[in-house]
């Protein structure tokens, strides 16, 4: 299994470009990488999911350098409602047979402050 | 229109009771899957249905036992409930091979 590192917590301001690395240094071949959103008391929500370079969406941009071996999303401009913890993940694309490969770990607690 | 419903959201109760949580969901996937995400925040697998037919099951006690009578529904009912049960049980369901996880509010399990 692809095992993630992820910053415990970070702080940041609004208006600024928030950056949250993930190390994987055993991500295998077949790994997409994947970023949850979790606000207090909800379930998490999907943000973005790559397999290398970039990826960008309307919320979040996600880049993956050549080896993949580690990855960075970055919320551009955030406010207070960014506030949240950020999951880094690592697997098969969710079929239903690779969700047991996918482990939440505790996250990035990100703090948006005025 | 709730796309992933659980409940109840809140659920107090005493050691050595049976109780029940239902996940419901009206996206039209064909995967659903409980989640229990402890004290320290860690979101770790349970079970897994495709189309009423169970998938995974990860090391969870027997006292766990899910139900799906059709796959829209996966309920979780818990047999002789222990302290450790105490957590946040989260239904989430995705359509197969795609990389998105849908999941509820949560449903805090309190075992005093």
């Known amino acids: 299994l692809a095992k993630t590192t992820q910053p415990i917590s970070m702080d940041s301001y609004e208006g600024q470009e928030v950056n949250i690395t993930c190390s994987h240094n055993?991500?295998?071949?077949?790994?997409?990488i994947t970023w949850y959103q979790q606000f207090p008391s909800q379930g998490p929500r999907f943000i973005i999911q790559?397999?290398?370079t970039k990826v960008t969406n309307e919320v979040a941009s996600l880049f993956i350098p050549a080896d993949r071996k580690s990855s960075t999303l970055s919320l551009p401009r955030v406010s207070l409602s960014d506030t949240a913890v950020y999951y880094c993940?690592?697997?098969?694309?969710?079929?239903?047979?690779?969700?047991?490969?996918?482990?939440f770990g505790s996250g990035t607690r990100l703090s948006i402050r005025p | 229109d709730t796309a992933v419903s659980q409940t109840p959201k809140y659920l107090v109760t005493q050691m050595g009771n049976d109780k029940s949580i239902k996940c419901e969901q009206n996206?039209?996937?064909?995967?659903m899957y409980w989640y229990k995400q402890d004290s320290k925040k860690f979101l770790k697998i349970m079970f897994s249905?495709?189309?009423?037919?169970?998938?995974i099951n990860e090391t969870v006690p027997n006292r766990f036992s899910p139900k799906s009578p059709d796959k829209a529904h996966l309920n979780l009912h818990i047999n002789s409930l222990e302290l450790g049960d105490s957590a946040v049980y989260f239904c989430?369901?995705?359509?197969?091979?795609?990389?998105?996880?849908?999941f509820g509010e949560g449903s805090r399990l309190t075992v005093l």
């Open positions: 790559g397999y290398k």
């Open positions: 055993n991500i295998a071949t077949n790994d997409y």
């Open positions: 993940l690592v697997g098969e694309t969710l079929g239903y047979s690779s969700a047991s490969k996918i482990i």
């Open positions: 989430a369901s995705s359509q197969k091979n795609t990389g998105e996880l849908f």
């Open positions: 996206l039209g996937h064909d995967t």
């Open positions: 249905y495709n189309n009423k037919e169970l998938i």
